[in-house]
């Protein structure tokens, strides 16, 4: 899983390079070995498919939830989706969400604490440090991380979830 969030990543950098050069808003590549790409520059979407599964991104503060999204994982009231992507392959599904609010890392930590506890999600683990708080719920076969960061007048969180 965290090689396919590498291998976005570096895509989703060169699209964003090479974005310019697209004279078209939609465009598939496709390699000897079958695997293809999709690039959506209009909605600044990308789509991945190999023989191991498939991975989506959404950049650009969409406003959407990834597909496979759990509905007992809260969204923070009032804040912007920036950043969305799903990942489906042979080690289970996972989602990752970041989000910006016009809050403090502290309401915003103690609101996913409380919500995630209250959806019947055990806490098991928690870090922090100066700006900077992670979190890890598990229920059932789903974990679900968040990092929740303070920026200068806002907070950021990147909700990660995976099924296994």
Do not use: H, W
Not at 30 to 49: E, L, R, S
Not at 58 to 67: D, F, Q, R, W
Not at 94 to 103: K, L, W
Not at 132 to 142: A, C, F, M, R, S
């Amino acid at each position: 899983m965290k090689r396919r969030l590498l291998a976005l990543s570096l895509i989703v950098a060169a699209l964003f390079l090479l974005s310019g050069c697209l004279s078209t808003t939609e465009r598939t590549v496709k390699d000897k070995a079958g695997n293809k790409a999709t690039i959506d520059k209009k909605n600044v979407k990308v789509k991945i498919k190999d023989k191991n599964g498939e991975t989506s991104a959404e950049l650009g503060g969409s406003g959407k939830l990834p597909k496979g999204f759990p509905r007992d994982v809260p969204i923070y009231k009032g804040a912007k989706i920036k950043t969305s992507i799903s990942t489906k392959n042979e080690q289970g599904n996972g989602q990752m969400v970041t989000i910006e609010a016009n809050s403090t890392l502290k309401k915003v930590g103690d609101f996913y604490m409380k919500e995630l506890s209250s959806s019947g999600y055990k806490s098991t683990g928690k870090f922090s440090q100066d700006n900077l708080l992670t979190i890890i719920y598990e229920k059932d076969n789903v974990s679900v991380t968040v990092i929740i960061t303070q920026l200068k007048d806002k907070t950021s969180a990147n909700i990660n979830v995976l099924e296994k």
